[in-house]
């Protein structure tokens, strides 16, 4: 648990302002104009990657607490 809440804790104090990222992707959802597309695309990118970060570390502690789980209940259906 002590790794979750340390994830946690982490992306509140670290994490991107997305109210930004989603002002930009109102721009480009308004813009025609391939160039500013791909300007706003390059600014939004961070935040993507952060946010894509932060999702795959969360995955990669949710694998390893199933494993454990799965140990503790090896454990308790051998004490049976």
Same mark, same amino acid.
């Given at each position: 648990?002590?790794?979750?809440?340390?994830?946690?804790?982490?992306?509140?104090?670290?994490? =991107?302002?997305?109210?930004v990222?989603?002002?930009?992707? *109102? #721009?480009?959802?308004?813009t025609s104009?391939?160039?500013?597309k791909?300007r706003?695309?390059?600014e939004? #990118? =961070?935040y993507?990657?952060?946010?894509q970060?932060?999702?795959d570390?969360?995955k990669?502690?949710?694998?390893?607490?199933e494993? *454990?789980?799965?140990?503790?209940?090896?454990?308790?259906?051998?004490?049976k």
């Open positions: 648990m002590a790794d979750y809440d340390a994830e946690l804790s982490t992306w509140d104090t670290q994490k =991107p302002d997305f109210k990222r989603d002002a930009l992707a *109102v #721009q480009l959802n308004a104009d391939i160039q500013e791909l706003l695309l390059s939004i #990118q =961070p993507d990657k952060a946010l970060a932060h999702i570390r969360m990669k502690l949710d694998k390893r607490q494993a *454990v789980d799965r140990m503790y209940q090896q454990i308790n259906g051998a004490q």
